[in-house]
């Protein structure tokens, strides 16, 4: 039943998540793109890698070296995943005329990291504007707000 319920609540994050992503605002750079419903990662890699071990070092105390970068399409949206031998951490994509930038609220982007449940594709994901992330069915999802990621390509963190 426990099982059940967490399920119930992953698909509903999910749909919650990717239910408002077409109309929401994002920073300038491009990450990738998405044609013929194939995704590709254009930025640099290894600069959004290394300036996200960074900010989740300067500012959630977690430390980790990224290195493996993807982009999953969820039902209606996309997250950017980051994953170390420890941690896994997504951030939204927004999909603006078949270019995806990084999700922003107020130019904020919300991180989801976690160790617990990283093959959990529903959970820990951010929750487009409203700056949360969903829970894991088991263990613990770690939140950070950060105003960084609107260079996260940049060679400069």
Known sequence: MKNLFFLAMTLFSLTFFTSDLQA???????????????MTLTANKENIMKNWSSI???????????????????????????????YTSKVGLVNDNSNLHILKSDDLTVICTTEDCPSEIGGCVPLSTH??????????????????FAN????KL
């Open 131 to 148: 700056l949360i992330c969903t829970a894991c069915t088991e263990g613990k999802c770690k939140r950070t707000i950060s105003v960084k």
């Open 56 to 86: 989740l070092r300067d500012e959630s105390k977690i430390d980790t070296e990224f290195t493996d970068l993807e982009i999953f399409k969820v039902k209606r949206g996309y997250l950017l995943i980051a994953k170390s031998a420890k």
């Open 152 to 155: 996260i390509t940049e060679n």
């Open 24 to 38: 929401q605002d994002h920073f300038e750079e491009v990450i990738g793109t998405v044609k013929s419903g194939k």
